[in-house]
């Protein structure tokens, strides 16, 4: 029951969320935009909270009997779990010991942001930069005893204490004795309603109980019904793969707001670059780019075939053309040649699929050359020149100096990114950076994919 006598300036445990949320918007608009994709549930099957990327589940006495900075925090804490896909990726893990792992990776992230977390909640720096996967297969190859065994009750909990000595990761160990000392700790609730409950009236005793630890991170359920219940079935893979690219779309275009709001921190982006940049075809951001600038229209007669396979009929884009585009390409010794052969066939492909004229420049410290290419060109044939130093600044003081000439479009910029010498002032023309290689120097303008 709710603690009556406990005074608070809210009217219910589901305000309190509510307004931790929009807390959230106002500090971490991040996590905030994130959090407000989830569907907010009571539910008193869990502990503390719990997601499976459709719904946050919390129990209300939980959040009514700790302050506000934990509440904000176990938002964040949760809306990470569906951004880093550990709702879709447990395959056959047990769940208990996914969940932990689970556990220390976004707690090590919202370490690195700046959230001040809790004594009892799980976090290990030795397990920072680690994935979930890789921190599971530690925890598995420990002994039974060293993380628990969570099927008793509570007052089995405290005889892991016993094995402080275990030989690996004796500060994990530690960390989890002083976990089950704790009855109101961090985590995500426990199991999915085996006994079958709804949550919404169950009694504390109907929920498995693991001595305050976190709990399971609940498996991606499939999307809800029209009535907003989802249904109790294994959802397929294509299913699967929806649900993550729904929260990588929402963990990019949060990351955007956050940014343009000057409040990204800079380890947080790297984790969404690090997220989305391995499961986005730059090719696909490409088309999008040059599609968003292109003078074109749109036909049912043909439908796109990229979407037929998934069962969607939607009309191609039927007049490709563009207007100038200026490529910069980098031709210094720190790229390959194997690498300027890929760009060669980049550029082939995009004048194969629009109507335009490509003006390359080869760029190391200086521009060192120039050429003017159109379809009839096609298949282009390339010398490149340069091999020196890098610099950027060239390749815009170039197209300012013929901007007369050019009917400029936008510019792309082939590049290993191992360079800071960017303009002072950004262009007004889009620009398009593609890159090859690991070196990280995200650029202060335009837009960054890599190959």
Not at 6 to 16: V, Y
Request: glycine share 6%; aromatic share 10%.
């Amino acid at each position: 029951m709710l603690d009556a006598q406990r005074k608070q300036p809210f009217d219910s445990p589901m305000e309190k969320m509510q307004i931790a949320r929009a807390k959230l918007l106002a500090t971490n608009p991040f996590f905030a935009r994130l959090a407000y994709k989830l569907d907010l549930k009571e539910d008193r099957r869990f502990e503390t909270a719990a997601t499976d990327g459709v719904s946050l589940f919390f129990n209300p006495d939980y959040v009514w009997k700790h302050p506000m900075p934990e509440t904000i925090i176990t938002w964040a804490h949760e809306v990470l779990h569906p951004a880093l896909h550990h709702n879709t990726r447990r395959n056959d893990r047990d769940p208990d010991l996914w969940n932990r792992a689970c556990d220390y990776v976004v707690n090590a992230v919202l370490k690195k942001t700046g959230f001040s977390l809790p004594s009892n909640w799980l976090y290990e720096p030795a397990f920072e930069n680690m994935t979930a996967e890789q921190i599971f297969d530690i925890l598995n190859n420990q002994k039974p005893d060293d993380h628990g065994d969570d099927q008793g009750d509570d007052n089995d909990q405290d005889t892991d204490s016993d094995d402080s000595g275990a030989d690996q990761n004796q500060s994990q160990a530690a960390q989890d004795d002083q976990d089950e000392d704790q009855p109101d700790g961090q985590g995500d609730g426990q199991g999915q309603g085996d006994d079958g409950d709804d949550g919404q009236n169950g009694k504390p005793d109907d929920k498995k109980s693991q001595g305050g630890r976190p709990g399971d991170v609940m498996d991606y359920p499939g999307e809800p019904d029209e009535s907003g219940q989802t249904q109790p079935y294994q959802p397929d893979q294509n299913e699967i793969k929806q649900q993550e690219q729904s929260w990588d779309t929402a963990t990019a275009n949060a990351a955007q707001i956050a940014k343009a709001r000057g409040a990204m921190p800079g380890s947080l982006q790297d984790l969404v670059d690090e997220l989305l940049e391995p499961k986005i075809d730059w090719r696909d951001v490409l088309r999008h780019f040059l599609e968003r600038i292109a003078a074109n229209d749109y036909s049912w007669e043909q439908p796109d075939r990229r979407f037929i396979q998934n069962g969607f009929f939607l009309p191609s884009l039927y007049n490709h053309e563009l207007g100038d585009i200026v490529i910069a390409v980098d031709t210094s010794a720190s790229r390959s040649i194997e690498e300027l052969q890929q760009d060669a066939t980049e550029m082939s492909e995009i004048l194969g699929m629009y109507d335009t004229n490509i003006h390359l420049i080869f760029i190391d410290t200086d521009v060192q050359g120039y050429q003017k290419y159109s379809r009839e060109d096609l298949p282009l044939q390339i010398n490149f020149v340069g091999r020196g130093g890098t610099c950027f600044s060239p390749a815009f003081e170039w197209i300012e100096a013929h901007q007369d000439e050019l009917n400029l479009t936008a510019m792309m910029y082939l590049t290993d990114m191992e360079c800071w010498d960017f303009p002072k002032v950004p262009p007004e023309y889009p620009v398009l950076w593609i890159q090859n290689g690991d070196y990280h120097n995200p650029p202060p303008f335009g837009e960054l994919v890599k190959m």
